[in-house]
């Protein structure tokens, strides 16, 4: 599929390499550089510049999948379940290698179907441009596709169009974008000809206009400089594919896992059927036999588990207005140790309303709203504007002058009785120097505003003068100005952002304020919000002059970061990850897409993020409501020690069915499972209890306690404990019962009672081990219905002739007695073991 292009100009400038950035030249010099002019590009031009474009493809999402199954499939883990279903096939067991292929088809569906993050970025990019652009070539207006846009081509913008790939300003009539979702701040940006500093930050180019973007004000035309990925946002979008998550414990815990699995099968392939052809028994038994014991040491429905038991988590997650857009996120969320909180959209509502003014409320409002004059207001200030004062004054304007960034201030001319009332409004330094008033006055005037500013607040001077006849520019307009008031902004902080940065503080989680904004103005926010402010950070060149240690070490606490570029929050996490936190990022601009992606956990807003943000995040709040992410902690801490519980289970299971297996094949008797037998106890019984393990409510007081270490490993001290209690009971519920039986009655029987020993045992020591046995039964539906259909299935398989379809005969009632008591063993093992893990607070 076609996306954007970056182009080479037919023409090429003199200089190939400007010592000034595009946005620091004057705007004349932007005509040469792009080999245009202002009626814009012939159509033998255009079509030349696009003969020597790089087109940028994207792939299919089909072949994507291939290539996600092709990777799958080629894993150590997945080569050796298909060798042991090709043997098997080879041997004549048509059953147990129909059952080994189902288990590799749901193991690859799941991997496959995993979403590649720099695809499905580079799409969104695509989404926050308009599908057609406006330009001028040849001296005429023309509506172009996006895709079809070149270098030099002049675009022309006006209140309401999207801009479509990043400009040089070179025309503005009281032109102003919404650039919050990319540099962070919440007003609109004026924009104008005049060229600005090379080092102006991101939010300071007043003279470029920026791909994706909306203009909210006047209109304008601008050359366009850099089209797709050499565009600003391209920029961000190449930093989201680049970025890459850390893999979460249980991730390592699993790679760990397949490896050994891998030595241990390969070993049981090889030494069975060695020994026993050492003994004298047939060969190609014995084959089949090392062969079912490879197949029960291998974890192959470990992945399909894991995917289950966070689904089951995730969907409860959703009915609490968060999304996983990345199940592993499920797990990760519950263990994050700090906090990246963007401020504009995130711990705000990105609108302005006004909070306070000085001076008559009536008449400062009046002479503001009329300064604008517009029927319409899209800037955020116009529009509190406009809510506060009402409508606008009647009749017709004779004259405005919009907003430029060189004035800073803008007025409307309106009729009066005694000739013409001319409003200002603007920033304070710009009004207060065109007022009629003595330098105490303006002193004074100023010291307010700076108290107010100081507070984070965004503040606008209101002015006024009477003339006898309609000015003729603005110079004349704007002059011996008698000074109204001022009007302080704020953007509001969302309802229960404070209550919840006390919570994660409580919680162990600490909160960094990161935003493209001013500094007082996030460090007012940050106040508002409840984090600490001890002295608020500058991104860009300030933050790059600060070492990697020296950076970590004024992020131990809360602190606040203001002016941060993309490049600056991706730092921020790297920084943190790589002193052992487990970071999680906050956003809903574009800016913080880079750092969504990288962190261990990326949370976008909803309702209110861009494409671009919510596919770089690992979860989105549907509701925007920044409190959710309490509840995600919360929840993702309880599936996290609930999965530690199923996964301790589940292996502690796998290496009891691997002893009860292989004890028998080392005295020279045959298996007590054959494959099908253990597809079935370990898909339907094993996954069954970790189901119902995940289902169990949240322990009370997960928030009561601080993250778990990231640098502690899954299979820690606690797990691995967990994993050889449950091994050594299941093994002593099973094995002795199956070793007497076939000594008593045979082969056949010997199976019967091992399998409805494992499927009772199972349950009964599934039971002991849960983090609270006694638990009302409607807490957890899930639970006793699992284990009343394992009793059941273990009577009907043993005690009846169903169980003929799997190769066993029924049990006589001393076999009964013999298996149900040698399970009680196992199950009373299991809770010794656990009262003595409970009082080393082990489990």
């Known amino acids: 599929m076609r996306f954007m292009a970056s182009v080479t100009p037919a023409a090429p400038p003199a200089d190939p390499a400007p010592a000034a950035p595009v946005h620091a030249e004057p705007a004349a010099a932007v005509w040469e550089r792009t080999g245009s002019r202002p009626g814009g590009l012939t159509a033998e031009e255009v079509a030349s510049r696009r003969r020597t474009t790089t087109a940028r493809t994207e792939g299919s999402p089909a072949g994507a999948i291939l290539e996600e199954l092709a990777e799958s499939l080629a894993e150590p883990l997945m080569l050796l379940l298909i060798a042991v279903a090709v043997l098997s096939f080879i041997f004549g067991e048509l059953r147990d290698a129909i059952a080994i292929f189902v288990v590799i088809v749901i193991i690859g569906a799941v991997e496959a179907t995993a979403e590649v993050r720099a695809k499905r970025a580079l799409r969104a990019l695509r989404d926050l441009s308009a599908p057609n652009a406006l330009v001028r070539r040849g001296g005429a207006p023309k509506a172009v596709p996006v895709g079809e846009l070149v270098v030099g081509d002049v675009l022309l913008v006006e209140a309401g169009s999207v801009v479509a790939a990043d400009a040089r300003v070179v025309e503005a009539d009281g032109l102003a974008t919404d650039e919050s979702r990319l540099t962070g701040e919440p007003g609109a940006a004026a924009k104008g000809p005049n060229a600005v500093a090379d080092d102006a930050p991101l939010a300071e180019r007043s003279s ?155 008449h400062v409002l009046t002479v503001a709203a009329a300064a604008h004059g517009a029927a ?82 965004r503040v606008l001077a209101m002015a006024e003068r009477r003339a006898t006849a309609v000015p003729v520019d603005a110079a004349e307009a704007e002059t011996d100005l008698a000074f109204v008031g001022l009007a302080a902004f704020r953007d509001p902080l969302r309802a229960g952002v404070g209550d919840a940065v006390a919570e994660l503080a409580h919680a162990g989680i600490r909160t960094i304020v990161v935003s493209g904004d001013h500094p007082e103005t996030v460090a007012a926010t940050a106040r508002e919000a409840g984090v600490g402010t001890p002295g608020v950070m500058h991104g860009g060149a300030p933050l790059d002059a600060l070492g990697d ?16 570029t993309p490049e600056d929050k991706l730092r921020l996490v790297r920084v943190l990850q790589d002193r052992g936190e487990a970071v999680a990022v906050t956003g809903d601009g574009v800016n913080d897409a880079p750092a969504l992606a990288a962190a261990n956990v990326g949370i976008a807003m909803g309702a209110r993020g861009t494409d671009l943000a919510r596919e770089a995040a690992d979860l989105v709040l549907v509701d925007d409501a920044y409190p959710t992410i309490v509840g995600a902690v919360a929840g993702g801490r309880g599936l996290a020690s609930q999965l530690r519980r199923a996964v301790a289970f589940y292996l502690g299971a796998k290496l009891g069915l691997v002893a009860v297996i292989a004890v028998p094949l080392a005295l020279g008797l045959p298996a007590p499972f054959h494959p099908v037998h253990i597809v079935i106890l370990e898909l339907f019984m094993d996954v069954g209890a970790s189901i119902a393990f995940v289902s169990e409510p949240p322990a009370p007081g997960a928030m009561d306690q601080p993250p778990r270490d990231p640098a502690r490993r899954f299979l820690d001290d ?101 298996t149900i008591g040698i399970a009680a063993i196992g199950v009373a093992i299991a809770a010794a073991g656990r009262i003595a893990l409970s009082l080393s607070r082990r489990l």
């Open 549 to 564: 240690d020296e950076l970590a070490g004024r992020l131990r606490g809360e602190a606040v970061i203001a002016r941060a």
């Open 718 to 818: 606690t797990e691995l404990s967990a994993i050889a209690l449950t091994a050594v009971a299941l093994t002593a519920a099973v094995l002795p019962t199956f070793l007497i039986v076939h000594s008593r009655w045979g082969t056949d029987m010997a199976i019967a009672a091992a399998v409805a020993g494992w499927l009772v045992a199972n349950v009964a020591i599934a039971w002991t081990l849960r983090a609270r046995p006694r638990l009302a039964w409607r807490r957890n539906v899930a639970f006793p219905a699992w284990a009343l259909v394992a009793v059941a299935s273990a009577a009907v398989l043993s005690l009846s002739d169903a169980g003929a379809t799997l190769g066993v005969d029924p049990l006589t009632p001393a076999a009964t007695r013999i």
């Open 376 to 457: 319409a207001a899209q800037d955020p200030v116009d529009r509190a504007l406009a809510e506060a004062a009402g409508e606008r004054p009647p009749g017709e304007r004779p004259a405005r002058h919009p907003f430029d960034p060189v004035r800073r201030r803008e007025s409307a001319v309106w009729p009066a009785a005694d000739g013409a009332w001319v409003a200002v409004k603007g920033a304070p330094e710009a009004v207060l120097e065109a007022c009629a008033m003595t330098g105490a006055d303006r002193a004074s005037v100023l010291e307010r505003v700076a108290r107010l500013a100081d507070d984070g607040l």
């Open 208 to 362: 470029l206009l920026h791909a994706g973007t909306a203009v909210v004000a006047g209109a304008g035309e601008a050359v366009v400089v850099a089209l797709g990925e050499d565009t600003e946002i391209g920029r961000v979008g190449r930093l989201v594919a680049e970025a890459r998550e850390p893999p979460t414990p249980l991730q390592r815990a699993m790679a760990e896992l397949a490896r050994a699995a891998l030595v241990v099968a390969l070993t049981a392939c090889v030494a069975v059927p060695l020994i026993g052809v050492l003994r004298g028994q047939p060969a190609r038994e014995m084959l089949l036999d090392g062969l079912t014991l490879a197949f029960a040491t291998i974890p192959e429905e470990l992945p399909i588990l894991v995917t289950a038991l966070v689904a089951l988590g995730g969907l409860r997650m959703a009915q609490h207005g968060v999304l996983l857009r990345r199940l592993r996120s499920a797990e990760a969320v519950g263990a994050m140790t700090v906090l990246l909180a963007d401020k504009t959209g995130t711990l705000t509502e990105n609108r302005l309303e006004i909070e306070h003014v000085d001076g008559d409320r009536e």
